[in-house]
């Protein structure tokens, strides 16, 4: 089992940026496929974007792309995702996702370890 741990949400106006990191422990990150998740008050939870083990692979939902980069620094076991050009809509808990399998995938079912998720507040 990995331990997640996010951070950098906070209050920020639209059309501004966020970076969010999550800081994983407790198994080897460069084997680890890691996501970013979000919940928006009162919807489900939904994919925002994954990466692969190595960060060769990417993929985004479709309402943040061109907008949001996920990255991740295995040295650092640290998983990121720069959010620019944010909406009111980009409101919503934003959780990080990890999944033992290689292969990447947008499926919440898929991710077997969760942080505890970051606020993340975009005003009009």
């Known amino acids: 089992q990995v331990q997640l741990v996010e951070s950098g949400g906070g209050l920020v106006q639209a059309g501004g940026s966020l970076r969010l990191s999550c800081a994983a422990s407790?198994?080897?990150?460069?084997?680890?496929?890691m996501g970013w998740f979000r919940q928006a008050p009162g919807k489900e939870r939904e994919f925002v974007a994954v990466i692969s083990r190595l960060g060769r692979t990417t993929a985004y939902a479709d309402s943040v792309k061109g907008r949001f980069t996920i990255s991740r620094d295995n040295a650092k076991n640290t998983l990121y995702v720069l959010m620019n050009s944010l909406k009111p809509e980009d409101t919503a808990v934003y959780y990080c996702a990890a999944r033992s399998n290689n292969f990447i995938s947008k499926r919440e079912a898929d991710f077997g370890s969760w942080g505890q998720g970051t606020q993340v507040t975009v005003s009009s």
């Open positions: 407790g198994r080897t990150f460069s084997n680890i496929t």
